[in-house]
Nanobody, 124 residues
Framework: QVQLVESGGGLVQAGGSLRLSCAAS????????MAWYRQAPGKQRELVAA???????NYADSVKGRFTISRDNAKKTVYLQMNNLKPEDTAVYYC??????????????????WGQGTQVTVSS
């Protein structure tokens, strides 16, 4: 049974930082690409950042230079360090896992495994 459990969300002022974590179980973590998606009220879910099994990364233009995705295969955990947060970053953030990096970045509807989401709220 696959489980992706996110943590680290919360309320922060604009300009602040948060670090999200996603602990995985039930998958061979090291062979999976991992990603963070987000969904704001009334908007579609969008890719924030993805990291391949080999460590290659991909970021949405809106977060480049502010967010960093990383992974710890020994801990089966993926992280999202978010700095200089803006009110428009407010959303529910979801962790995703799939062996196919191309699916992670271009075909989200095919992603096999999702977490339950964690709320990030940035006040102005």
């Amino acid at each position: 049974q696959v489980q992706l459990v996110e943590s680290g969300g919360g309320l922060v002022q604009a300009g602040g930082s948060l670090r999200l974590s996603c602990a995985a179980s039930g998958i061979i973590f090291r062979i999976n690409a991992m990603a963070w998606y987000r969904q704001a009220p009334g908007k579609q879910r969008e890719l924030v950042a993805a990291i391949s099994s080999g460590g290659s990364t991909n970021y949405a233009d809106s977060v480049k230079g502010r967010f960093t995705i990383s992974r710890d295969n020994a801990k089966k955990t993926v992280y999202l360090q978010m700095n200089n947060l803006k009110p428009e970053d407010t959303a529910v953030y979801y962790c995703a896992a799939d062996p196919r990096m191309a699916v992670m970045t271009r075909e989200a509807h095919k992603i096999g495994n999702w977490g339950q989401g964690t709320q990030v709220t940035v006040s102005s």
